[in-house]
Structure formats: C-alpha cells, structure tokens
C-alpha cells in the first residue's frame, strides 16, 4: 500500500500544467534579413507550450516590413544559462527572410 502511494505521489508530482511560451523579438538585421526571436523558462522539468505559429507570424510580418515575402526558422535555438545554477534558460531562435514560397 505504501508502495502504491509513493509511486502515486511521484507521478503526480511529476505532472505539471504546460507553461504557454511567447517568442519575443530580440534583434532584427535588414542587410542579413534575419529575425531573433527568444523566450526565457525555468527549470529543466518544465513542460513547456511554445507558441511556434505565433513566432513565425511575427517573423514574417517584420520580414514583410522590409520587403520580403516570409520567414522560415533558421537553424536550431541557442541555449544561455541565465543564472549560476543555470535554473532560468533564454533560448534565442533565428528566422530568415526569403522571397520565395
């Protein structure tokens, strides 16, 4: 019974709402037509619900701004330690203009 129980109490300590995650603009470079974009966490067990679409549709409204047609990601998101213990994350994105579909 107490095994039960503890096995219980680990799954739902475990279990955790996801965090919903909006992308921020960071930086945006005309002449290499790229966007950065970030979002910052805490702790490696967060669950977390980044709002994708989201990022690309701000990207690709700011790539428009400056005469392209969209924006792709571009490569993989970079991770910074924020802190010593590394508890709170930014992860940096880029996104690449282009005029092609």
């Known amino acids: 019974m107490i095994r039960r129980l503890i096995i219980l109490l680990l799954i739902v300590g475990c279990w955790r ?3 919903i995650i909006h992308l921020s603009p960071l930086a945006g ?4 037509a790229t966007i950065a974009m ?3 966490y805490a702790g490696v067990l967060s669950n977390l619900d980044i709002q994708w679409d989201d990022a ?3 990207a690709t409204e700011k790539c428009q701004n400056w005469g392209y047609k969209e924006a792709e990601i ?9 802190d010593k213990m590394c508890d709170v994350i930014q992860v940096e994105v880029v996104y690449q203009c282009h005029y092609h579909k």
């Not at 470079?29 to 290499?32: G, H, I, L, R, V």
């Not at 571009?74 to 924020?82: A, S």
Request: aromatic share 10%.
């Open 74 to 82: 571009f490569g993989e998101g970079v991770e910074t330690c924020l």
């Open 56 to 58: 690309l549709k701000t």
């Open 17 to 19: 709402t996801p965090q």
């Open 38 to 40: 970030s979002y910052t």
């Open 29 to 32: 470079d005309k002449a290499s």
